[in-house]
């Protein structure tokens, strides 16, 4: 079945720092792929999607590469900023059919000043 | 406007209570879902509706029951509450399946 794995955290941070947060997945077709993030005491909100492969999602200053060649989604940030602090869930959809969103584990990360 | 608004955000309750949480989403998503997230944010999926008809179910204890009685409304009811049902809630919807999924803020249920 499908699966998606990402680092664990906790991630801890300074201001301005390069942030990556790896994640691969298994997929017996072409899925697209998500990246969504959590709030403290919030639920999750999408932060950025690529439907296919060597798409480009980005936002926030965010942006994740999808790799088909190394079923990889990394998310990644130039320079991150205390307010990035949350969890982040990468997942897949598999297309056509009832399928259901695959979601990691999550990773927290944690910036500081 | 929310977009998934759910009730109650915290609920706290004994064991042996029967208890309902309510969804509303007003972004006229054909998909309903309900997730269950534990105190380690793993995330789970427990059920899904599409135009109101139950299209997956995972091992979730027959205590837990969805209900929907149009496609804007996923109401999930708990009966004889335990400590393992602690845990947030998350109400959450999306066009078609494989899209974009929006979630609600989530129902904080806390077992005692």
């Known amino acids: 079945g499908d699966s998606v794995t990402q680092m664990e955290g906790p991630v801890t941070l300074s201001e301005e720092a390069f942030l990556t947060i790896n994640c691969t997945y298994t997929?017996?077709?072409?899925?697209?792929l998500f990246w969504y993030v959590q709030y403290p005491g919030e639920g999750l909100q999408l932060l950025l999607k690529?439907?296919?492969?060597?798409d480009k999602g980005s936002n926030k200053g965010f942006e994740a590469t999808y790799r088909k060649e190394t079923t990889s989604f990394h998310l990644e940030k130039g320079s991150v900023q205390v307010s990035d602090s949350a969890v982040y869930f990468c997942a897949l959809s598999e297309p056509g059919g009832y399928q259901k969103v695959t979601f990691g584990t999550g990773t927290k990360l944690q910036v500081i000043p | 406007d929310t977009a998934v608004s759910q009730t109650p955000k915290y609920l706290v309750t004994q064991m042996g209570n029967d208890k309902s949480i309510k969804c509303e989403q007003n972004?006229?998503?054909?998909?309903m879902y309900w997730y269950k997230q534990d105190s380690k944010k793993f995330l789970k999926i427990m059920f899904s509706y599409n135009n109101k008809e139950l299209i997956i179910n995972e091992t979730v204890p027959n205590r837990f029951s969805p209900k929907s009685p149009d496609k804007a409304h996923l109401n999930l009811h708990i009966n004889s509450l335990e400590l393992g049902d602690s845990a947030v809630y998350f109400c959450?919807?999306?066009?078609?399946?494989?899209?974009?999924?929006?979630f609600g803020e989530g129902s904080w249920l806390t077992v005692v």
């Open positions: 690529a439907t296919k492969a060597d």
């Open positions: 997929a017996t077709g072409y899925p697209s």
């Open positions: 959450a919807s999306s066009q078609d399946r494989g899209n974009t999924i929006y």
């Open positions: 972004l006229g998503h054909d998909t």
